[in-house]
């Protein structure tokens, strides 16, 4: 019963917990909740090391119980990529064009205070205002306040703004297709994980 607890558990943690907590990731790419999917990272390997009896002394993990802790490495994975690799795979899967006036450019700099040629800028919605928030990948070219640009926005604001153009590029499909393979083999675990335990596991 222990260990079908614990199965639970994991199943729960990796069809429940974590397609929650990709999205918000994305939504908060380069803020706080980096940090705090990084803890959830850590959670999710100290699932891995319950499930497979890793803690326990002197006690190696079975076939099924390894078996079980798997989707615990596959959530970590997903948990710690999401900031960098969800928001290009849901502004492929549901952005819609937009037009956006930039508010304010912030040039990026490093620890030494340098100019990394990146700009981070704030938008809002040329044609009502709305603000859209702090895009992070913006034109290729630096624009200056007071421009209008086309972006890519997700509906309900799940994920920053990414310039269009920047949707166009050449490395855009890989993040996409990183996130893509990722979230798959996270099911694919999950599934094999679950047939593992043989239907009789009712006492």
């Known amino acids: 019963m222990r260990d079908k607890g614990r199965l639970a558990a994991t199943m729960f943690w990796s069809l429940v917990a974590v397609p929650i907590a990709v999205p918000l990731a994305s939504h908060g790419f380069g803020t ?21 009896h890793f803690w326990d002394y002197g006690s190696r993990p079975t076939p099924r119980e390894f078996l079980t802790a798997v989707p615990g490495l596959t959530a970590s994975a997903l948990l710690v990529s999401a900031p960098w690799l969800a928001p290009w795979a849901l502004h492929d899967l549901a952005g819609q064009p937009a037009l956006a006036r930039v508010i304010e450019a912030e040039p990026a700099v490093d620890s030494k205070d340098d100019d990394t040629g990146r700009t981070h800028y704030r938008l809002a919605d040329a044609a009502t205002e709305r603000g859209l928030g702090w895009m992070r990948f913006g034109p290729r070219t630096r624009v200056p306040v007071g421009a209008v640009i086309a972006v890519s926005v997700i509906p309900g604001d799940w994920a920053p703004p990414i310039a269009t153009e920047r949707l166009n590029d050449a490395d855009a499909d890989p993040l996409v297709t990183a996130f893509a393979a990722l979230a798959t083999v996270h099911l694919l675990t999950c599934a094999t994980a679950a047939a593992a335990w043989p239907r009789e596991i009712q006492s």
């Open 32 to 52: 706080e909740w980096v940090a705090i999917v990084v803890l959830l990272a850590i959670i999710s390997g100290s699932m891995v090391l319950a499930s497979g």
